[in-house]
């Protein structure tokens, strides 16, 4: 079965300072992945996904995530934060798997950004 | 567009009640998932439906049935809550597909004391 690993539980940074989000997936054939916004008190917002293609996307906001293939990674990126980034960041895989093709996801990791 | 509304948004239960949790999505999506979430564990599949009249078990299936009324509508049922329930339950709905990202709710915050 497929699992997806966040490193970073709770990451704090300054306004403007640049963000990397770790995010290591476990999967040997082809993935689809997603990162995924939870802002306080609200439900789940799609940030990015990839599927094919150019491994880095940009995502809303000026997100963007590098698909690494070969290091099963799909780190989330934005050069300089915002303190209304403040939020959870969710990492997600999905796989086919025999037609039945399932969302997981990674623990999360909760971002605080100090003005 | 409503996109995937859930009902109730709290609810407080004790132990040994059943409730019944709604979604309906709007969307005219194939799928639609149940998820929990707790702190520092992330969102953990319960349930999920492909279509309509199908469902199949998720990571954390056990205390939960689910009913897939129709192509909109995705209920969630707790037999007989326990204080390992107290979550914070997602509803949501997709395109069938790998590439096709989820619709969440907005959760449900349930309580069993």
């Known amino acids: 079965a497929q699992s997806v690993s966040q490193h970073n539980h709770h990451v704090i940074l300054s306004e403007a300072a640049s963000l990397e989000l770790g995010c290591n997936y476990s999967y040997g054939g082809t993935v689809n992945l997603f990162w995924y916004v939870q802002y306080p008190g609200q439900h789940l917002q799609l940030l990015l996904k990839?599927?094919?293609?150019?491994?880095l996307v940009k995502g809303i906001k000026g997100f963007e995530a590098e698909f690494i293939k070969s290091k099963f990674s799909f780190n989330l990126r934005k050069p300089s934060v915002q303190w209304s980034d403040t939020a959870e960041y969710f990492c997600a895989v999905r796989v086919s798997n025999f037609g039945n093709e399932k969302l997981t996801f990674g623990t999360g990791t909760r971002l605080t950004i100090i003005p | 567009n409503a996109g995937v509304t859930q009902t109730p948004k709290f609810q407080v239960l004790k132990t040994g009640q059943s409730m019944t949790l709604q979604c309906a999505q709007d969307m005219n999506h194939n799928s639609m998932y149940w998820y929990r979430q707790d702190p520092g564990m992330g969102l953990r599949l319960i349930y999920y439906?492909?279509?309509?009249?199908?469902?199949d078990k998720g990571e954390v299936p056990n205390g939960y049935n689910v009913s897939r009324l129709n192509k909109r509508e995705f209920s969630l049922r707790l037999e007989s809550a326990a204080p390992s329930q107290t979550s914070v339950y997602f509803c949501a709905s997709s395109e069938v597909g790998l590439n096709s990202p989820l619709h969440f709710g907005n959760g449900t915050r349930l309580t069993v004391t």
């Open positions: 990839y599927f094919s293609g150019d491994p």
């Open positions: 439906s492909a279509s309509e009249g199908t469902t």
